[in-house]
């Protein structure tokens, strides 16, 4: 092993050992731990060009060195034995290599581990099809929602489940189903090209790393209206926002179409972020839950998106939930600080209102 090698692993291994979830490398400076959502600088020497580009060229598959060479930018899995794998992004800033790496435990977590409603995502994991989105923003912990999905399925159904992702963060091992997971730039060069011939592997279900354009977006949708579960994820801050996403990938003159497909195949919507618990135990998953039912669907096909907000207030016997009802009850169970659920509210007024046994709906009246 290179001594480039060497010093690399022994700070990932560092980063683990302290309960990191990134790393941060820059150019002459010293490595930077994301702990608990803040970053922590590391007692060491600063980095220098030529250690950071001797790890990228020797950690990176070879078929994306001429990528990193000719676009200054690449990602890809980095796995340190017996530890787990690391999502690693490789990048240039003011003319300087930089990375950071994101940790991936190898084993996927459990819906106890991560502290999720059991019983919303059972029922969400045994949908026989439709699409089901994860949204947030990057570092909220989409990726293991997910793989805690998946790893409910395979400890108790029978499926095929076929995953394209960009790079592979969780690995499965087959238990009651059977895993086929694609690299986007190892097995496949896209995602809309492995989305074009997925549905002649005989999958059950689809993982999406990304709904990124209206060709991957199609074939999910194509999928669903077959018989097949996908499951994708959104960069988005809310329920509203990601259905209004998906339609920025299509000209108005199809819309109308497109709400009938979305209204009857899109399942549930599920956005989070990370919020501190209480003091030194972490960070944990705040969501809003978007489950649809008849009266979701009505409003999608109608186009009255702006109703979601008041959708989700109205139907929590469906399963939904807003940010501010799931603040409540991480509260109200001990697991963070009143403080930190007023600071992260949407409305922190009628959280306070809430906390002191008023509830008023947020939404207004869905019509």
């Known amino acids: 092993m290179s001594e480039t090698l060497e010093l690399f692993n022994n700070l990932l291994q560092l980063a683990v050992d302290n309960g990191a979830s990134d790393v941060h490398i820059k150019t002459n400076k010293p490595a930077l731990l994301r702990i608990d959502g803040h970053l922590e600088p590391i007692d060491m020497d600063a980095l220098t060009v030529n250690q950071i580009l001797a790890f990228v060229e020797d950690s990176c598959p070879p078929q994306f060195i001429e990528r990193w060479q000719t676009e200054n930018q690449i990602d890809y899995s980095y796995r340190l034995p017996d530890i787990g794998r690391f999502r690693v992004n490789s990048f240039y800033q003011r003319g300087t290599p930089s990375m950071?790496?994101?940790?991936?435990?190898?084993?996927?977590?459990?819906?106890?581990?991560?502290?999720?409603?059991?019983?919303?995502?059972?029922?969400?994991?045994?949908?026989?099809?439709?699409?089901?989105?994860?949204?947030?923003?990057?570092?909220?912990?989409?990726?293991?929602?997910?793989?805690?999905?998946?790893?409910?399925?395979?400890?108790?159904?029978?499926?095929?489940?076929v995953t394209l992702e960009d790079p592979i963060e969780f690995t499965y091992s087959d238990i009651k189903s059977s895993f086929d997971q694609r690299e986007v730039g190892i097995d496949t060069p896209s995602f809309a090209h492995?989305?074009?011939?997925?549905?002649?592997?005989?999958?059950?279900?689809?993982?999406?790393?990304?709904?990124?354009?209206?060709?991957?977006?199609?074939?999910?949708?194509?999928?669903?209206?077959?018989?097949?579960?996908?499951?994708?994820?959104?960069?988005?801050?809310?329920?509203?926002q990601a259905i209004q996403r998906l339609f920025e990938y299509y000209p108005p003159e199809e819309h109308a179409g497109l709400r009938r497909m979305v209204s009857s195949t899109l399942r549930a919507t599920i956005t989070q972020r990370l919020i501190p618990?209480?003091?030194?135990?972490?960070?944990?998953?705040?969501?809003?839950?978007?489950?649809?039912?008849?009266?979701?669907?009505?409003?999608?096909?109608?186009?009255?998106?702006?109703?979601?907000?008041?959708?989700?207030?109205?139907?929590k016997d469906s399963g939904s939930r807003s940010f501010n009802q799931d603040l409540y009850r991480l509260i109200k169970e001990g697991l963070i600080s009143k403080a930190v659920g007023l600071a992260v509210s949407p409305n922190p007024k009628a959280l306070e209102m809430n906390l002191k046994g008023?509830?008023?709906?947020?939404?207004?009246?869905?019509?």
Not at 128 to 146: A, E, F, Q, W
């Open 100 to 161: 950071v790496f994101r940790y991936v435990k190898d084993r996927p977590p459990s819906f106890k581990q991560l502290n999720l409603d059991e019983k919303l995502f059972t029922s969400l994991c045994e949908q026989p099809d439709g699409i089901m989105l994860v949204c947030g923003p990057t570092g909220s912990g989409k990726s293991s929602t997910l793989a805690a999905m998946l790893n409910w399925i395979n400890l108790n159904m029978d499926k095929h489940i």
């Open 194 to 240: 492995g989305m074009k011939s997925v549905l002649r592997q005989d999958p059950d279900m689809i993982l999406i790393g990304e709904m990124r354009d209206s060709e991957t977006f199609d074939t999910a949708l194509t999928a669903a209206e077959t018989g097949h579960y996908v499951f994708g994820t959104l960069h988005s801050s809310n329920a509203q």
């Open 277 to 315: 618990a209480l003091e030194g135990t972490g960070r944990l998953p705040v969501l809003e839950a978007f489950v649809v039912d008849t009266l979701a669907r009505t409003i999608i096909q109608d186009g009255r998106f702006e109703k979601i907000p008041a959708v989700i207030e109205a139907s």
């Open 358 to 367: 008023i509830f008023l709906s947020e939404g207004g009246i869905v019509q």
